[in-house]
């Protein structure tokens, strides 16, 4: 393209369609550009200020140390109002939503994004992952970020989450304007309340978003070294998307080069321009309608990849464990408890298989590079029931170590206790093996540790998890009490969790989930106790001994905890956390 070509298409591209409130449109032009909202900031951010005049959720993270910033940006300009639709819940369908019209336009809106970049444009790889951040909580959620942070931080991703739907600004009790007046009180997504049902506003402040992430200064010293633009939605916002890239994105130009739809999502077009990763848990093909993929799926294509995960549940240990620290600190009225008729939220770490498919998806979009292709969770003849093992395991489906060597029973399943409420049904359920069915299967070490170490690897032979991703499972697995002929207990099992039912497994997963600087001596000191309380479980007669030493263990582990602190490699906040949770377990141990 010469330069001239180059300016005039920048023109055009910034030029914006929009017209008067309230004018109306009845057919799509054959070339939309998306205006460039105006953005301010950085906003002057510091956490525990006055009024809580501080990014909501700003992470506990020690980004600096990995070289990254977190910076927040309030946007604002004028959007449309289409007439697509979105499904309930996920977002499933198994029909397309089409090319969108345009109902009315120029509503004023003002928003926020929240960016989170390497410093140094030499460490960025030139992807960025922009996150539609899930609204079904009445709360902004990072759910993609949750999952995903040490990989996109490790491989020097850029990180942008967007809040383009209303609730989480303006619920009563949990929304942005609540936490903060004094920040937040100028957002606003509805018109000045003119539009207040459905989000109609979403796709446009959602891709002017987007538009923002190439044409303006969000990302600081990077903004030039953008190569990909990677839309992204999680459960609620993955619905949202898929609308965005299947209804409004074909209506012109653009502004993103690649979708990644998590655990949610309408089926996509066949005509799309740009390549589209799905990744589904075992829920999505067990759960109520709402929440259900069946219908939803459809062929891998050279545009179009699915995923899904056996034994992983829709709603996730590791993300939940990762925010549990800031829920206290900025949200603590949210409603955060389990009682689900099983154990909440399988153990198979869903966050692996979904870092490789965002490394596959920007290599396909920027070289054409399709991803691996993996097979689906099995069903029987009907359809729509997913079959089964003897032991409950799910058959076919990408198959992770944790679930092919397994330790417990991981699946997607889950419901309400007898005459309860809630949304248990995607929590999945997490029941570790007796002592007699791990005996059995691993009859010593060596045994569970090849057999899962075999999988591992083939695991990244497949592209199903990075090498970096797979040394962590094997972490994870030498951690593990598989093979040792040891009885474990409520005070060391990894099992159950909101409420925090403290043990020193999980103790061990919410320290670990922070990838702490020092945390491999933390990780250590905890594999100690938990080996002490296994053994004081198995061997009554040496239980006090065996307790002992667990508790000297713990003890040690707060030392180094209040260490790390001092060093600045933690927060205060994660420090009463977690010391508070082993010194529960020091008191239930004397």
Known sequence: MSTLAKMVAVLVFASGLTGPVGSTAHAAPAHDAVPVPVVSGPIPSTVGSAGHDYTFF?????????????????????????????????????????????????????????????????????????????????????????????????????????????GPITNPTLGLKAFSPQRYGGLDLTDSGTLTSGDPLSYDVYAQGLRAV????????????????????????????????????????????????????????????LPVFKVLSETEFTAPPSANEISSLQPDTNRMRTWSIAGASHSDWASFAVRYALLQRDQPAAPLRDNCARPSRSRIPDRFPLSAAIHHLAAWARRGVPPPKAPLITLAADGATVLRDDRGNALGGLRLAPFEVPVALDTGVNENPPGGTGLCFLNGTHLPFDRQTLRTLYPDRQAYLRQFTDVAWRNVYAGYVLPADAREMLRYAQSSLAGRDLECGPLCANVAQFPIQPSTQLLRDHTAFLYLRGGDQLLRTLDQATLAVARGQSEPADRKRFFEHAIRSLQHYQTQLDREYQQGHTTADQVRLLGGYAQILIESLS
């Open 58 to 166: 700003a992470s506990d993270l020690d980004l600096a140390a990995r070289g990254y910033v977190e910076q927040e940006f309030f946007y604002s300009g004028l959007a449309n109002v289409y007439d697509a639709t979105v499904a309930p819940g996920i977002g499933a369908r198994p029909t397309p939503s089409p090319t969108a019209n345009i109902v009315s336009t120029g509503h004023p809106y003002r928003t926020r994004m929240v960016v989170r970049r390497p410093a140094r444009p030499a460490a960025f790889n030139g992807t960025v992952v922009v996150e539609w951040l899930n609204a079904t909580s009445q709360y902004d959620v990072e759910a993609l970020w949750f999952r995903t942070h040490e990989f996109l931080i490790r491989e020097g991703y850029a990180w942008v989450g967007i809040t383009a739907q209303s």
């Open 214 to 273: 190439r044409a303006t200064g969000v990302l600081g010293g990077l903004r030039n070294r953008v190569r990909t633009v990677v839309a992204a939605g999680v459960s609620q916002s993955a619905g949202r998307v898929s609308v965005f890239v299947n209804a409004i994105q074909p209506r012109g130009r653009a502004v993103a080069d690649a979708a990644l739809l998590y655990i949610g999502g309408e089926r996509m077009r066949t005509d799309l321009g």
